[in-house]
T-cell receptor
């Protein structure tokens, strides 16, 4: 079974600064996908960024980038130039790549509550 | 908005009641999911339907009964719930499980 650990329950960052959220995972799979989802207060959860394990290049989406360290099973999210709208719960998630039993299982961490301070 | 809607948004029910949660997507997706989100716990996948066939059932108590009549609609039928079932129930859909899931706003359920 896969596990996802987010060791920072809460974090804060000044507006326009950079913050990094940590995520580690445990799996015996070699083919898998990693995700960061964002859940703003009272709003719908949306995907922030996605990484395919077989790609060495770190994924980036505008101000969001990841540091994917496959050997260390680490998948941190960096938010640059933080904005007030980035205030949200951030969830790291894992999905195995191969089809078959459990292939639809998206395993989430407990989340990190990020507050952007004006 | 993500294109996934859920009704009702809030529900209070007694332990002997029967109610249903509804989820709807018109994104053309072929997989739909039910999750339970409790405080201080990770999101828990409850059920997954792919092409209207249940493909995941994560040891969920039988007091939760899913139904997927077509690829656009998903229901969660509730009966004789317990107070510990109080949580936010999220619906999601996807076209390809390896890509992103689109989440609804959730139904905040309180069992009294």
């Amino acid at each position: 079974a896969q596990t996802v650990t987010q060791s920072q329950p809460e974090m804060s960052v000044q507006e326009a600064e950079t913050v990094t959220l940590s995520c580690t995972y445990d799996t015996s799979e070699n083919n898998y996908y990693l995700f960061w989802y964002k859940q703003p207060p009272s709003r719908q959860m949306i995907l922030v960024i996605r990484q395919e394990a077989y790609k060495q290049q770190n994924a980036t989406e505008n101000r969001f980038s990841v540091n994917f360290q496959k050997a260390a099973k680490s998948f941190s999210l960096k938010i640059s130039d933080s904005q007030l709208g980035d205030t949200a719960m951030y969830f790291c998630a894992f999905m195995k790549g191969n089809s078959g039993a459990g292939s639809y299982q998206l395993t989430f961490g407990k989340g990190t509550k990020l507050s952007v301070i004006p | 908005e993500t294109g996934v809607t859920q009704t009702p948004r809030h529900l209070v029910m007694g332990m002997t009641n029967k109610k249903s949660l509804k989820c709807e997507q018109h994104l053309g997706h072929n997989a739909m999911y039910w999750y339970k989100q409790s405080a201080k716990k990770p999101l828990e996948l409850m059920f997954v339907y792919s092409l209207e066939e249940r493909v995941e059932n994560n040891s969920v108590p039988s007091r939760f009964s899913p139904e997927c009549p077509n690829s656009s609609h998903l229901f969660l039928h509730l009966h004789t719930l317990q107070p510990e079932d109080s949580a936010l129930y999220l619906c999601a859909s996807s076209q390809d499980r390896r890509l992103k899931q689109y989440f609804g706003p959730g139904t905040r359920l309180t069992v009294t």
